[in-house]
């Protein structure tokens, strides 16, 4: 069965409004607003865009809270304006809105000469999906040592589904450390600092139970997490881990000590509950 007619055009009319609210304007909005008394049809529009506008723009700054301290309140509120105009809500829950946010910041030009933004906003997004993530039970060592019929050297385990990695050109986590200290700026030391020019840092954001933790990885570290999120097996995983390592990056003395970092590697990955069985 088609839709109404009269359904295609209240359709044709809600868009347009919500399109317009996006925009900050819209043609000819006497006729979708009535005037009142006291307010006129365009009065009526500023407000329901203004309080759109100002909800959406707390809901970033809740949730990019590192990059609001780095950019400062006026700058991140224009960047976020510019976001809410081209990246429309798909979704009626706020907790979505966002995600396309650090591909905005790489591409926007006011943030030319500051490219390390966009992966401390991959950062602040990837705390907050895992602060919403679903709860599953994450392998330990002990996990391990208790299963019983099974070859632990070919069980299958996959990531989290809290984990995300973030690699980046920068020391990205001594610059999200730099502006966790509210109304921090990446133009003054507030009692710390950092250097952009140091080596650059892989970031790792997962949560233990209901904490939400975030720290910089050793490239062993992310090699296995790689490997396992393509379905690797540990004695998979660490076979491919140490090819890529020893091969592509050339940057061991000997097979040998790469091989006790990726033993030190796995501990880690136990010890913080990073994996979970598939």
């Known amino acids: 069965m088609s839709p109404k007619p009269e359904s295609n055009a ?3 009319l809600q868009d347009k409004f919500i399109h317009g609210l996006y925009q900050g304007e819209i043609a000819n909005v006497e006729a979708l607003i009535c005037d009142s008394n006291k307010l006129s049809a365009t ?27 780095a950019l400062g ?17 798909k979704t009626p829950s706020l907790d979505d809105f966002g995600e396309g946010f650090p591909c905005f910041c790489e591409g926007f030009k006011p943030l030319h000469d500051y490219p390390y933004v966009s992966d401390v906003a991959s950062v602040d997004w990837s705390w907050h999906q895992a602060f919403h993530s679903c709860d599953v039970s994450a392998v330990f060592a002990a996990d391990l040592q208790n299963v019983l019929g099974v070859d632990q050297a070919n069980i299958q385990l996959g990531l989290h589904p809290s984990l995300s990695i973030i690699r980046s050109d920068f020391p990205l986590y001594s610059l999200w450390q730099f502006n966790e200290q509210e109304n921090a700026s990446v133009d003054s030391n507030n009692g710390a600092s950092f250097s952009l020019d140091a080596p650059a840092e892989i970031v790792m954001v997962w949560r233990q139970d209901y904490q939400v933790c975030v720290t910089s990885i050793s490239l062993p570290v992310c090699a296995l997490l790689t490997a396992f999120d393509e379905g690797c097996s540990p004695t998979q995983a660490f076979e491919r881990a140490f090819e890529q390592l020893w091969l592509e990056q050339k940057m061991y003395d000997s097979e040998e000590a790469l091989a006790a970092e990726l033993s030190e590697a796995w501990s880690f990955l136990l010890k913080q509950g990073a994996l979970t069985r598939l």
Do not use: C, E
């Open 43 to 69: 009065q009526h529009f500023d407000i329901y865009h203004g309080s759109m506008l100002g909800n959406f723009t707390a809901s970033l700054r809740a949730v990019f809270p590192r990059v609001l301290a």
């Open 10 to 12: 209240l359709n044709a």
């Open 73 to 89: 309140d006026q700058f991140f509120d224009a960047l976020a304006r510019q976001y809410i105009k081209n990246h429309p809500s």
